[in-house]
Structure formats: structure tokens, C-alpha cells
């Protein structure tokens, strides 16, 4: 019982790192914007994040350097794209290919630094709990604020006037501007909230999950991140199902090594990626069903002047 309590502990730790980098890529395209650059974003992050911590000792200067990187590589971005109107997909590209090389290159110099050992984390009273207290309550901080977050998102946009602004610039951005409300504005900010979450996400992976620096650490998180918005039908408490989901798959392979299954360990590490293609495989076997889901208007360029 003892292992399985350590792989939920596990799979909350890897699926915070998906969610948050999912939420943040939620936020985007439900006004209407599509970022593959969110490879590259948190790889900057995480040796931003990464870098800070070596220098300070302090983790959450840590977070915010590593949503400072990304809310600033998202704001290039989404000036490239709603004021210049390039390209979405190639664009994002462009940013995880840059991300890519740049996060390598001003790293050389910490793959081999080491930040503080870290507190014990635990909520009193509960952490003590046999079996379930080290599987669910003796997380970092933000674990649980992520948790919190995703709930703090679905009222926003659910029950807030500004969050009906949001979901209408994703659905119909002609209508929203002939109402007057300021959609390419509206868009950047969505798209460096968004950044910035994919920022905390790869500061989280460095700081906190690792916690090292190792060239492309982030090893396709961001892809899965990606395809996750549209298992979760674009749903945040979906989205947090999803990543948790993502994650356990993640952490299956080392608990199945541990229990001593004899499986090669590269078809273990193919898990994620292979989960990843067939749900959302099953997903488009339905394509009504992600039509009705979708925002109307993801991915398409607007034009106020047409």
C-alpha cells in the first residue's frame, strides 16, 4: 500500500507541472489563440527559474523569474501574431525552436549547479495520516494553488462579466469589437497570463520536480500540455482531470521498475506520448463533439479595419 500512496504523490507532483502549463495554454485559445511555442517557453523559464534559485536560495523568485520569462516571450509573441498577424502555428514554432537553443546555450554554465535542499512540506495535522497523508498532503505550495487556480479560472470565466468578454472574443472577435470592447488587447493579455503560467510551470519542473538543470528538460511537456486542451474539450476542471491523468501514466513507469515488472524501459518512457496519441485519436473520432466545444474563432487571424 506504501507504493501506491508514493505514486499518488508522485502523479500529483508530474501533474501539476501539465496542468499549469495547460491552463496557461487554456487562457490563449479560448480568445482565439493558438501558441506552440510553449516548449520553448518553459524551457526559458525553467533556467530562468532555475538560475534564480542558484543565486538567491529563494523559491518563489524563482517562480516569478520564471513567469516573468514566459509572460515576456508570450507578449513577443503575441505581438508577432495580433498586431503583425503572422502566422499562428509558424510562429509558435519559431518561439519553441528558439526556446529550444536559447534555454541550452545560457545554461551551459548551471547543468552542473546545485540549488538549497528544501523544507519538509506538509499540512499539520494531516500529513501524518498513514497512506493517505504522504499521498496527498505533503505537497509543495503550489500544488495545492494550482488546484486552486483551476477553480479560481472556471469561476472567472463562468461567472464573471469579464470572463463572458474572454469566451466572446474566442468565439466571434467581429462581434465582440463591434461591440466596442478592445479584442487585440484583449487577446495579449490572455496570451501573457497565459505565457506566464507556462512560465511557472517550467520554473516548477526545475525548481521543484527535478530539481536540476538539464538541457531540453522539459522533454515534450509542452506538446502534451498542448494536446491536453483539447482531451479537456477546453474545460479547466477537465484540464486538471487530464494532466493528473497524464501524470500517473508519467510516473506508471517507475512504480512498475519498482514492484519489479520486467518491461523495457524505453516502452515505459513512450507511455505519455502513446496515451497522448491515442486519446486524442478517440477524441476525433467525434469531431461534433469538439465543434460544439471549440471556440469558434481559434486559430483564425482578426482584422479590426475588415
Same mark, same amino acid.
Given at each position: 500500500m506504501e507504493s501506491y500512496s508514493l505514486l499518488i504523490a508522485a502523479t500529483l507532483n508530474a501533474g501539476t507541472v501539465l496542468a499549469l502549463a495547460s491552463l496557461g495554454l487554456l487562457i490563449n485559445e479560448k480568445v482565439g489563440i493558438v @501558441?506552440?511555442?510553449?516548449?520553448?517557453?518553459m524551457l526559458c523559464a525553467a533556467v530562468a527559474g532555475f538560475a534564480c534559485v542558484v543565486h538567491t536560495g529563494n523559491d518563489w523568485l524563482g517562480f516569478a523569474a520564471g513567469m516573468a520569462v514566459g509572460a515576456?516571450?508570450?507578449? +513577443?509573441?503575441?505581438?508577432? =501574431?495580433?498586431?503583425?498577424? !503572422? @502566422?499562428?502555428?509558424a510562429t509558435g514554432l519559431a518561439l519553441t525552436l528558439f526556446g529550444t537553443g536559447f534555454s541550452a546555450f545560457v545554461g551551459t554554465g548551471y547543468v552542473q549547479a546545485k540549488i538549497p535542499e528544501r523544507p519538509s512540506f506538509g499540512i499539520p495535522g494531516l500529513a501524518d495520516i498513514p497512506l493517505v497523508g504522504p499521498a496527498l498532503f505533503r505537497h509543495h505550495p503550489?500544488? #495545492?494553488? !494550482?488546484? +486552486?487556480?483551476?477553480?479560481?479560472?472556471?469561476?472567472? /470565466? #463562468?461567472?464573471?462579466?469579464?470572463?463572458?468578454? /474572454? *469566451?466572446? =472574443?474566442?468565439?466571434? &472577435?467581429?462581434?465582440?469589437?463591434?461591440?466596442? #470592447? %478592445?479584442?487585440?488587447?484583449?487577446?495579449?493579455?490572455?496570451? =501573457?497570463a497565459g505565457g506566464a503560467l507556462c512560465g511557472l510551470a517550467g520554473a516548477y519542473l526545475s525548481i521543484i520536480y527535478t530539481p536540476l538543470w538539464v538541457e531540453g528538460m522539459v522533454s515534450g511537456k509542452g506538446w502534451i500540455a498542448l494536446a491536453l486542451t483539447t482531451f479537456a474539450t477546453w474545460r479547466p476542471a477537465r484540464v486538471l482531470l487530464g494532466a493528473y491523468l497524464f501524470g500517473g501514466v508519467t510516473m506508471l513507469q517507475f512504480h512498475l521498475q519498482g514492484v519489479g515488472v520486467e518491461v523495457p524501459s524505453q516502452f515505459l518512457t513512450m507511455l505519455p506520448y502513446v496515451a497522448?496519441? =491515442?486519446?486524442?485519436?478517440?477524441?476525433? *473520432? @467525434? %469531431?461534433?463533439? $469538439? *465543434?460544439?466545444?471549440? &471556440?469558434?474563432? $481559434?486559430g483564425k487571424p482578426f #482584422? %479590426?479595419?475588415s
Open positions: @501558441n506552440l511555442g510553449a516548449e520553448g517557453m515576456f516571450l508570450a507578449a +513577443l509573441f503575441g505581438l508577432l =501574431v495580433i498586431w503583425l498577424n !503572422t @502566422n499562428q502555428f503550489l500544488v #495545492y494553488i !494550482t488546484v +486552486l487556480l483551476a477553480l479560481v479560472l472556471i469561476w472567472f /470565466m #463562468y461567472r464573471t462579466r469579464s470572463g463572458l468578454v /474572454m *469566451r466572446s =472574443v474566442g468565439e466571434s &472577435p467581429e462581434s465582440a469589437h463591434a461591440l466596442g #470592447y %478592445p479584442v487585440r488587447l484583449i487577446r495579449l493579455l490572455a496570451v =501573457v497522448t496519441i =491515442v486519446v486524442l485519436a478517440l477524441i476525433s *473520432r @467525434n %469531431p461534433q463533439w $469538439i *465543434r460544439i466545444n471549440m &471556440p469558434a474563432s $481559434i #482584422y %479590426p479595419g
